[in-house]
């Protein structure tokens, strides 16, 4: 009985992100794929019969328009492979030519994913465009870490920018071409937020939040990043409402929208709480963010005590006996959702497999999800569930 019901589930989870990565696909930020999935999702927790609702908000939102472009001129000549460097502004539409010339590191996300960039320069010393770095390989879309300077900018590979590292150890000039176009725009989204727990413990009032961002970047369907928290967390939420728990707080599952663009939809969300001076019911956060594949867990979590707590619900389900993956707990960084909740002192974890290679990428399509990793997930969050106190 077990093994047909684990089949069912499963089930349940491939098609939500079929829908979510097929039907939908690409769900960036401001636009109607964006849009398309958070109605999705709204559907998918109402129809299991959770008390649901949609958290409008508007936001400054970013367009790209065409293709960016990026030339070396001399001493080589050579058309490099691009992507976007998120919310760039942009240059004249005949684009920008001038001298690179290497500026620093950009901390995407400090010490995890740190870009080395280049400036281009002009004829008087000026900024006219930055080239950033994948470090982790062929270029693919990345938020621009100092957005507010929308200066434009492009992303090249790790290999390029070897190539370009020894021309300029050379003491050769390196002249370039740039072409970015992206525009600022005002948007509509919404984070959706479900109530399937509430607890019996009526001296209690706090609340733990289970949540996964709903959006993904540019050019990418997002199976895996993230198709797969989103079935988790309405796996989650289908198993509160129809069984019997005993928590001694309430549980909100929350799919929150523009994760990939600055963690919009949780700093909308954690700021309207401040704002209400309800900030100090949420007793924890537990984040699910790309939790179908990858030879790693790597688990953010704070503080030390809740840290403990989530190695125990590892062990728990077994994660630690499994010799297809390797697991690290780690200390919270500034990488998604839960980093909102964090910088308000609330306890937070974020459940992550690193990294499918095809992540930010055309390729993160269905057929890469591994079911039996989301479902360790799920189990992982129930086991920590029973340790918040």
């Not at 390729?363 to 569930?385: A, G, R, S």
């Amino acid at each position: 009985m077990s093994n047909i019901k684990a089949k069912i589930v499963s089930e349940e989870i491939k098609e939500t992100i079929r829908v979510l990565s097929e039907e939908v696909g690409q769900r960036f930020a401001g636009t109607e794929g964006e849009w398309d999935g958070t109605e999705y999702i709204y559907q998918r927790l109402s129809e299991l019969g959770v008390k649901t609702e949609k958290q409008v908000y508007p936001f400054v939102g970013w367009e790209p328009k065409g293709t960016p472009e990026l030339e070396i001129l001399s001493p080589v000549s050579q058309v490099l492979k691009t992507a976007y460097l998120l919310f760039s502004g942009s240059t004249p539409n005949t684009g920008i030519k001038g001298k690179l010339t290497y500026h620093g590191v950009k901390g995407l996300i400090p010490g995890v994913y740190d870009m080395p960039c280049y400036n281009v320069l002009g004829v008087e010393g000026d900024i006219l465009a930055q080239v950033v770095v994948n470090s982790g390989g062929d270029p693919i879309a990345l938020l621009n870490p100092r957005a507010k300077f929308p200066i434009p900018a492009v992303v090249m590979s790790n290999e390029d920018h070897l190539k370009i590292q020894k021309l300029l150890n050379e003491g050769q000039d390196v002249e370039v071409f740039v072409k970015v176009e992206g525009h600022i725009k005002t948007c509509k989204s919404a984070n959706i937020i479900s109530h399937p727990y509430k607890t019996n413990n009526t001296t209690n009032r706090k609340k733990v939040i289970i949540c996964a961002h709903s959006d993904t970047t540019l050019n990418t369907p997002g199976a895996y990043d993230n198709g797969s928290g989103v079935a988790g967390i309405i796996e989650i939420a289908r198993k509160l409402n129809k069984n019997q728990y005993d928590f001694p707080f309430d549980i909100d599952v929350i799919a929150f929208s523009n994760e990939e663009v600055g963690f919009i939809g949780a700093d909308y969300y954690v700021n309207n709480l401040k704002e209400m001076g309800k900030i100090d019911e949420i007793a924890a956060v537990i984040n699910l963010d790309q939790i179908s594949a990858g030879d790693k867990i790597w688990s953010w979590v704070g503080p030390e005590d809740f840290r403990q707590k989530v190695e125990e619900s590892f062990r728990e389900s077994g994660a630690y006996d499994r010799n297809d993956f390797t697991v690290d707990v780690d200390t919270p960084k500034a990488g998604a959702d839960e980093w909102m909740f964090h910088l308000e002192g609330i306890p937070t974890a974020l459940l992550m497999f690193w990294r499918l290679p095809d992540y930010h990428r055309p390729t993160d399509t269905i057929e890469k999800i591994e079911y039996d990793k989301v479902e360790l997930i799920i189990e992982t969050v129930f086991n920590l569930l029973n340790k918040i106190e």
